[in-house]
């Protein structure tokens, strides 16, 4: 049974800073790429980052481009999202997710997290 359990998520104020963690267990980290989704109160889940099987790779939505970092560690099966200058619209349940494929879609992951909450106060 593959678990993903997301952590780090809290109120923070517009231009701080926070470090999501999605930890992985359940089958071999390393042979899938990892990727955070977002969901605001009335909005679709959007694609945030992805982040390829080695970590060499990695893609952001535009909306967050130069200010999230995503990365992983394969050794301790843990993913991270570290979020710099924080703004109001960042706010949202933030969710990670494990698949097959290096994929802003949304369906190319089949194992999902139950969700970290990010506020951001403006």
């Known amino acids: 049974q593959v678990q993903l359990v997301e952590s780090g998520g809290a109120l923070v104020q517009a231009g701080g800073s926070l470090r999501l963690s999605c930890a992985a267990s359940g089958r071999t980290f390393s042979n899938y790429a990892m990727a955070w989704f977002r969901r605001a109160p009335g909005k679709e889940r959007e694609f945030v980052a992805v982040?390829?099987?080695?970590?060499?790779?990695?893609d952001y939505a535009d909306s967050v481009k130069g200010r999230f970092t995503i990365s992983r560690d394969n050794a301790k099966s843990t993913m991270y999202l570290q979020m710099n200058t924080l703004k109001p619209e960042d706010a949202a349940v933030y969710y990670c997710a494990s698949g097959g494929t290096y994929s802003r879609n949304l369906w190319a992951y089949n194992y999902w997290g139950q969700g970290t909450q990010v506020t951001v106060s403006s």
């Open positions: 982040v390829s099987r080695s970590g060499s790779d990695t």
